[in-house]
């Protein structure tokens, strides 16, 4: 099922974060919430975004590059329409916005799970115990450049039990790091607030978002293989940039590396 859901202009879902918000879609529903937020997107106007699609199950979740992205029954699966240059975003600073979304959710959910150890996998994975708590897929609308579809996928009282057994060994779920089961309206508008308030952040120098940044990131001393586009990086990770860069120290030198996937850690 695909964009059946209700349009409801400015409702507050929950928290003042939400009142933001000029679309908020709910639906019982969706092959992927990007999916529909990328198709319905092309109707919005600017006056009605930022819009939130939400749905309660997700039949077709897209995770980054090819993957799928598995989540069960309690888990929260949305996507975020806006246009990064209302916060004052321009397109250079779009891999500094791709990590604050992770950094954000690390942040709203770190409360949720005291002792959890919740950080961010860079470049946006939420981590925590060093399982995967949440991922986010960020894909512009085809044909546009001033507009992102920003997915967000959290394991919060999804039972891991009926995961795949490739997802059950590396993943976690907020509750159970909380030890019980989570209102996930609370938390939604929890990483909603964060979200927002970031955004704004991002859009002038902030120094106190990159030392959360540096603190939250989960690679920072580790030895780390990161691929981008068929190139391996291979070194020791010195933390995060400014600009969002990872800072890796190969043999050779220190490199900074805008995109790619972590796929080594230890
Ligand atoms: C990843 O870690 O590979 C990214 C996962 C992103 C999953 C979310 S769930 C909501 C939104 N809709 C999707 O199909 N994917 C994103």
Not at 62 to 74: A, D, I, L, P, V
Not at 144 to 165: F, H, Q, W
Not at 205 to 226: D, K
Request: include cysteine.
């Amino acid at each position: 099922m695909r964009g059946d859901g209700v349009a409801v202009p400015g409702v507050n879902v929950g928290g003042d974060a939400l009142h933001s918000l000029r679309r908020v879609i709910r639906l019982a529903e969706a092959e992927s919430t990007n999916t529909v937020a990328l198709d319905w997107s092309r109707a919005w106007r600017s006056a009605d975004l930022p819009a939130l699609v939400l749905a309660e199950r997700q039949t077709a979740g897209r995770g980054r590059g090819s993957n799928r992205w598995w989540s069960g029954k309690g888990a929260l699966t949305f996507s975020v329409v806006l246009e990064p240059a209302h916060y004052g975003i321009d397109v250079a600073r779009w891999p500094a916005l791709s990590l604050a979304v992770g950094a954000a959710a690390a942040t709203a959910l770190a409360p949720f799970a005291p002792g959890g150890d919740v950080r961010l996998k860079w470049p946006n994975d939420v981590f925590a115990a060093g399982r995967k708590l949440g991922g986010v897929l960020i894909e512009p609308p085809p044909g546009r450049t001033d507009r992102l579809v920003i997915g967000v996928g959290l394991n919060v009282n999804n039972s891991l039990a009926e995961a795949p057994e490739e997802i059950r060994s590396r993943a976690a779920t907020l509750s159970e790091l909380a030890g019980g089961l989570l209102d996930r309206e609370a938390v939604l508008a929890a990483v909603l607030r964060q979200l927002f308030d970031d955004l704004a952040a991002l859009g002038v120098e902030n120094p106190a978002l990159l030392a959360r940044w540096r603190r939250l990131c989960f690679l920072t001393g580790r030895s780390v293989m990161v691929e981008d586009c068929g190139r391996v990086t291979a070194g020791t990770c010195l933390g995060i940039d400014d600009d969002g860069a990872l800072r890796v120290q190969t043999e050779r030198c220190v490199e900074r590396l805008f995109s790619g996937v972590v796929v080594e850690y230890a």
